[in-house]
């Protein structure tokens, strides 16, 4: 099924022959729902019009032509804790995931995410599967309160723009929705949550714009 040089390739980003669908006799659909039912990071599909690759990303991308796709792809798929941070001096939120807790929060205050140092996670859940995916549906049922602000890392302008303008619970609310009722068991809940629960930040769009 696979060439040399696909298996080549595949084992320099630490994978095998079992982490490819074949999904050559599927239509583009077909293929990146099957693969993602059977847990396959990448496709064998129709060879790329630039070099004739046939290993590709679930979207359809050529893996062989931009590998960086495949550490995206990866840390999709990968287990992790989704966490709720807050920054009190920016009246915002931030859902996001990680695989250390602590080493998260630091690097938010360090980086000065958003132009905030004051980042605190006030809440995360237990390892959980598929970490990268929940995080991006629960942030994307907050798209209302979605804000930008530009912060600087390595001396370079950056612009966060997974800021929330809501309060806690109704990040968790939204993240509950999605992940579902969590149990306490290695679910982590600051006892301070209820100073993130920011008021009048329904025309959070409207203030930012």
Known sequence: MLTESELFFLAQYGLS????FDGRR????GARAAAKAAGKILVLGSPCQAYGHRLRTRPGHCAQCD????????RYVEPGYI??????????????SCVDVPQREHQLRVEAYGGQRDWVIIFHT????????????????LAYYRVSRPYYKDGFQQHAGELLRCSFSDA????T???GEMP???TYRSSDCWQYEFANESDAREEDS
Do not use: C, F, W
């Open 83 to 96: 966490y709720i941070a807050g920054s009190l001096a920016g009246r915002v939120m931030k859902i996001g």
């Open 177 to 179: 929705e999605v992940a």
């Open 172 to 175: 968790l609310r939204a993240l």
């Open 184 to 186: 306490r068991k290695d």
């Open 26 to 29: 599927h239509s583009q659909a």
């Open 126 to 141: 237990p390892r959980t599967a598929n970490a990268a995916r929940v995080e991006h549906n629960a942030r994307a049922k």
């Open 17 to 20: 022959k079992e982490d490819v």
């Open 67 to 74: 590998p960086k796709k495949i550490a995206y792809q990866q």
